[in-house]
């Protein structure tokens, strides 16, 4: 996976168009058949879209359950029914009293282990339509509440009614939810007013680019640089190094015996992912363990250990 089609480009998303929007326009530029981003930006935000090109399309699955960072503005004293400032005000109230040592302590309150009610006005799916389509027309249906970790909402300023903070939170969580929530806490409301996407694992925004940005180094065919390897975004993974003999079993979706193992991490279990590689640079597969350390280390030679979960090497 060393051709440039088949990397990571770390796209900052402009205010206004849709992620998917984002991706059609990086394929155009490239003239690539295939690309996937990771983690949706709605169109009032901004900031990092990390989109896969050609077969590194593959790897999106590890990707995406990254914890994020966000930069946050949030308003009081009016909620609206998208919970962003682009929808209607269905409540206000008047939150001169609240002061910021109040909102401080209600950070503190919904950091950690929370459940959030996912909007109507999000692309969740109910019998396979998003929800926000069956919102245009006006039908609300009940969400089941979902576990998300605010692993960090840090204060950074109030302007009257406006209040920027700096979030880290879980895959799959909702900080304009988190802003109509608060407001909820203060019965005077609150929407999101601004949003940036500040980080998704090894991606931020000093390394991001524009799309104007990419369009030009690849009309001067400078692009290497802008573009993460598979190997770098997936670093993170514990690594397993297999014997050379066993490359071309598992490039044809071959389940390794325990003895294809040279090195193994020093913990592992059910449930994680591993990369897998024989000891160069490039990553043959994604791997799950069937066992612990503890059980691998009682089993036969010729015992399968880790199920395939990718192969990335052709």
Same mark, same amino acid.
């Given at each position: 996976?060393? =051709?440039?089609?088949?990397?990571?480009?770390?796209?900052?998303?402009?205010?206004?168009?849709?992620?998917?929007?984002?991706?059609?326009?990086?394929?155009?530029?490239?003239?690539?058949?295939?690309?996937?981003? %990771?983690?949706?930006?709605?169109?009032?935000?901004?900031?990092?879209?990390? %989109? =896969?090109?050609?077969?590194?399309?593959?790897?999106?699955?590890?990707?995406?359950?990254?914890?994020?960072?966000?930069?946050?503005?949030?308003?009081? !004293?009016?909620?609206?029914?998208?919970?962003?400032?682009?929808?209607?005000?269905?409540?206000?109230?008047?939150? *001169?009293?609240?002061?910021?040592?109040?909102?401080?302590?209600?950070?503190?309150?919904?950091? @950690?282990?929370?459940?959030?009610?996912?909007?109507?006005?999000?692309?969740?799916?109910?019998?396979?339509?998003?929800?926000?389509?069956?919102?245009?027309? @006006? %039908?609300?249906?009940?969400?089941?509440?979902?576990?998300?970790?605010?692993?960090?909402?840090?204060?950074?300023? #109030?302007?009257?009614?406006?209040?920027?903070?700096?979030?880290? =939170?879980?895959?799959? +969580?909702?900080?304009?939810?988190?802003?109509?929530?608060?407001?909820?806490?203060?019965? =005077?409301?609150?929407?999101?007013?601004?949003?940036?996407?500040? @980080?998704?694992?090894?991606?931020?925004?000093?390394?991001?680019? +524009?799309?104007?940005?990419?369009?030009?180094?690849?009309?001067? #065919?400078?692009?290497?640089?802008?573009?993460?390897?598979?190997?770098?975004?997936?670093?993170?993974?514990?690594?397993?190094?297999?014997?050379?003999?066993?490359?071309?079993?598992?490039?044809?979706?071959? *389940?390794?015996?325990?003895?294809?193992?040279?090195?193994?991490?020093?913990?592992?279990?059910? !449930?994680?992912?591993? #990369?897998?590689?024989?000891?160069?640079?490039?990553?043959?597969?994604?791997?799950?363990?069937?066992?612990?350390?503890?059980?691998?280390?009682?089993?036969?030679?010729? *015992? %399968?250990?880790?199920?395939?979960?990718?192969?990335?090497?052709?």
């Amino acid at each position: 996976m060393i =051709c440039t089609q088949n990397r990571i480009v770390n796209l900052y998303k402009p205010k206004g168009p849709t992620s998917f929007a984002m991706v059609h326009q990086i394929k155009k530029i490239l003239g690539v058949k295939k690309a996937g981003h %990771i983690g949706t930006l709605d169109p009032m935000a901004e900031g990092i879209l990390p %989109i =896969c090109l050609g077969q590194s399309t593959r790897i999106i699955q590890f990707l995406s359950p990254l914890s994020k960072y966000y930069q946050c503005t949030m308003t009081l !004293g009016s909620a609206t029914d998208t919970q962003d400032a682009t929808g209607k005000v269905i409540s206000s109230g008047d939150p *001169a009293a609240i002061t910021n040592e109040q909102i401080k302590e209600v950070f503190q309150r919904f950091s @950690g282990e929370q459940k959030q009610v996912p909007p109507m006005y999000s692309a969740k799916k109910n019998n396979g339509i998003p929800l926000y389509k069956l919102a245009r027309n @006006g %039908i609300t249906i009940e969400r089941k509440p979902v576990s998300v970790h605010f692993f960090s909402i840090e204060f950074v300023n #109030r302007e009257e009614n406006r209040v920027k903070f700096d979030v880290h =939170c879980s895959a799959g +969580t909702y900080i304009r939810t988190l802003c109509h929530d608060i407001g909820q806490q203060f019965g =005077c409301g609150a929407h999101m007013s601004h949003l940036v996407r500040s @980080g998704v694992g090894l991606f931020d925004l000093e390394s991001s680019v +524009t799309l104007e940005a990419l369009k030009e180094a690849s009309e001067n #065919r400078v692009l290497e640089d802008m573009l993460f390897s598979v190997e770098k975004v997936l670093a993170f993974l514990p690594e397993l190094r297999i014997k050379e003999e066993f490359v071309k079993p598992i490039a044809n979706g071959s *389940a390794l015996p325990k003895s294809a193992f040279k090195t193994l991490p020093l913990e592992f279990k059910p !449930g994680m992912s591993l #990369r897998v590689s024989n000891g160069n640079d490039a990553i043959l597969a994604i791997v799950e363990p069937l066992v612990n350390q503890d059980e691998f280390e009682k089993m036969d030679a010729s *015992a %399968i250990a880790f199920k395939l979960k990718r192969v990335l090497v052709n």
